[in-house]
């Protein structure tokens, strides 16, 4: 008698459920019993399939309204979906970078961090939704993913950061320029005294960058004897 899938081998035991010959190769053990694998993957299947909801439970009006308004802040959809890594790094640069940069006094560049930020908070969190409701895990992950942006090397480039800060600083100075320099002679030499004050972080980060650009070219000709004397 051969297998009733492998016709070309000798048949070993009977099937408990289909009750057809089967060979070893389609013999599955379960506790004593033989069964074959075709019927025990339909067991299986069938299983599963009676386990999954019949339909996703349908949003109420309320919960679409308040996902809505979280969603217009950025980060906070992302947190209300249980993406706290993820909606809290948006919030830090979104809310973050604009009180830096009103800080260092760039209000023009407020618009280039916010209207990005805020699209992408707002379009990914109804895309993160829509694969939730689709029964998809979704990973909280880091905003910046390595594998999408690697940016280890440019934390480790002391002077490319240096440089970043001095432009930085000099467009902040530039912006305290641009807003005293025509009110000392209508108010006196109470601007002056603003305008130094207002310059303080400006030229901190001038200074700074200056710092790093100068202890980069001071590390790297050691690096190089260094490196020069393990090869001799």
Request: hydrophobic share 45%.
């Amino acid at each position: 008698m051969n297998c009733n899938y492998h016709p070309h081998q000798e048949a070993q035991a009977i099937c408990v459920k289909c009750k057809n010959p089967i060979c070893l190769e389609c013999t599955v053990k379960i506790n004593d019993k033989t069964a074959c694998r075709q019927c025990l993957e339909e067991n299986l299947s069938s299983n599963q399939v009676s386990a999954l909801p019949t339909s996703l439970p349908r949003k109420t009006f309320l919960e679409k309204l308040l996902f809505l308004c979280f969603s217009l802040i950025p980060g906070a959809a992302h947190m209300h979906q249980g993406l706290f890594r993820r909606g809290l790094q948006l919030m830090i640069i979104t809310f973050g970078g604009i009180a830096l940069i009103n800080f260092i006094g760039l209000d023009f560049l407020i618009p280039f961090i916010v209207i990005p930020a805020w699209f992408f908070s707002f379009f990914e969190s109804h895309h993160l939704r829509r694969q939730v409701e689709k029964g998809q895990t979704i990973v909280d992950q880091d905003l910046f993913n390595h594998q999408m942006f690697d940016y280890t090397p440019l934390l480790k480039n002391p002077r490319a950061i240096g440089y970043t800060i001095i432009v930085i600083g000099i467009l902040s100075l530039l912006r305290q320029i641009d807003r005293y320099s025509f009110l000392p002679r209508l108010i006196g030499n109470w601007d002056y005294y603003n305008f130094l004050r207002a310059s303080f972080i400006p030229f901190l980060l001038i200074l700074g960058g200056i710092y790093l650009i100068i202890k980069a070219t001071r590390t790297q000709p050691t690096k190089g004897k260094s490196e020069i004397a393990e090869n001799d």
